[in-house]
DNA sequence: GTATTAATGCAAATAACTTGCATTTTATAA
DNA sequence: TTATAAAATGCAAGTTATTTGCATTAATAC
């Protein structure tokens, strides 16, 4: 999607409070190069490719740079997790139920419908981004 | 929310072409008294106080139903799966972030919006119901 | 009622993810 | 630079949520 330079992606973790090291560069810059959100299994099995990674290291990697707020964590009901980088944006995807394709939708906004929410709610006042995920049956399972 | 008789849900079940059994109407029947999705633990929980329930007997009726379309499987990033009634309403909700406060937030539409997606989408010409999780942090955490 | 097939309990197995610990590396300070 | 404190890594082992095998019991169809 963002596909950042090295420089840019060494900023975004200085910046973050984290160490620059090749393994988590190598996670965000897979990450700002895939459309989709992926899972941890294909992260791992992408990057053994290049370098010899620990999954331990993966997993850690993507907790720290979550917890910096530069890569949000999604679910789709699959029994995994799937990331893609923060874009500030809001993320809304179509899922299909009935196998795992998933399909990211851009261009549109739920501005409104999150402020109406939250003029509804008691327990929240404000949100951060957001996700939307809105199940179906992909033409292939439908 | 719902509240059903011991009646409509044995309709229900039998509709699905399910076994009517008595852990089944428990489940379905603690499932249509709460106002939030339920984790699988608070319902095993709940439910052992009045019968004898095995775990795996509860997460085997949870997939049968849901597999039946009678139940509706949540994920909110908390690392355990929350279920609630199929009404064939959409389910919305704010989440928080950062514990495990969720709030369901009734009466608003977002069919608009999902039509909007549909007609972005390459892979998906159909939805079924859906859900819409927004992330934020609530009042306590915020 | 009896047969067929699904439901159940219990224990063991999986899958996704996390942690402990010894060993590098990175960033910071001298 | 070089020394140092703190964080990152690999590897193996541990958790947690969920699933499965198997023998037994119960629900529906005939």
Redesign the pocket.
């Known amino acids: 999607m963002a596909s950042y330079t090295q420089e840019e992606l060494t900023g975004m973790?200085?910046e973050a409070g984290?160490?620059?090291?090749?393994?988590?560069l190598a996670v965000l810059g897979y990450l700002s190069k895939v459309k989709n959100p992926v899972?941890?299994?294909e992260l791992v099995d992408a990057l053994r490719k290049k370098?010899?990674?620990?999954?331990?290291?993966v997993?850690?990697?993507?907790?720290?740079l979550h917890e910096a707020g530069l890569l949000r964590r999604l679910d789709f009901n699959h029994?995994?997790?799937h990331y893609e980088l923060e874009t500030g944006r809001a993320s809304h995807q179509l899922v299909c139920s009935n196998c795992e394709t998933i399909e990211k939708i851009e261009g549109i906004s739920i501005d409104d419908t999150v402020k109406k929410m939250l003029k509804k709610s008691k327990k929240f006042k404000q949100t951060t981004t957001h996700s939307m995920e809105i199940y179906g049956l992909c033409k292939n399972c439908a």
Chains 1, 2 share one sequence.
């Open positions: 973790v200085q984290l160490r620059v090291t090749g393994h988590r899972t941890v299994y370098d010899n990674i620990d999954q331990a290291t997993y850690r990697n993507l907790a720290s029994g995994h997790a």
